[in-house]
């Protein structure tokens, strides 16, 4: 075989010695220009949020509000919606009082950013057991549904960013002759 083609050759090796376009840059300053002009040319506009056509009824009680449990490892949060500012109240406090940490401030805000609702509903809860990162997941399920109850068309982009599943990972028993779930104690040879 005199013309080795398809023999181990991944695309653009061998062969054909011209460069495909857009896939040969002299240097970084060339790829920073391809990079910016690509950019500029398509514009990243964030996808608009669509509304499902829905035979669903919103659920809420003669005040307005949506109310949803929401669950995540041993933590159990009940939760309220209404229309209002965007205040947050958990367990009679607020938000940056309750959940000190950005991190879990940010898990609460999530339902709310993907469906473009930020500042639009008041939220009021309490929540029970576990510890803080488990409570802030069970806040997030629970307002997630609780939108859903509210405004049934926003289900699919709830359901498409996950927001709406139970994470069912909770803490493995612990085992008899095992120190822990799975830890073994110390070996000791003699």
Not at 41 to 53: D, S
């Amino acid at each position: 075989m005199a013309d080795n083609e398809g023999e181990g050759r991944g695309p653009g090796e061998g062969g054909d010695a011209r460069p495909r376009a857009g896939q040969t840059f002299q240097g970084l300053g060339s790829l920073r220009q391809a990079m910016t002009a690509a950019t500029r040319a398509t514009p990243a506009a964030p996808a608009p949020v669509v509304l499902a056509e829905t035979d669903v009824e919103p659920k809420r009680d003669a005040l307005g509000r949506s109310y949803a449990t929401g669950k995540r490892k041993n933590a159990v949060a009940r939760v309220w919606i209404k229309p209002g500012s965007g205040k947050f109240t958990i367990n009679d406090k607020d938000s940056p009082v309750y959940f000190a940490r950005p991190v879990l401030r940010m898990l609460l805000n999530q339902p709310f950013v993907v469906t473009d609702r930020l500042g639009q509903f008041d939220v009021w809860c309490t929540v029970t057991g576990g510890g803080l990162s488990g409570q802030a997941g069970a806040v997030r399920h629970g307002i997630s549904r609780a939108l859903v109850y509210y405004e049934p068309g926003l289900r699919p982009t709830l359901k498409h960013g996950g927001f709406l599943t139970r994470d069912s990972r909770v803490v493995e028993r612990k085992k008899y002759g095992k120190a822990k779930a799975r830890r073994s104690f110390q070996f000791s040879k003699r």
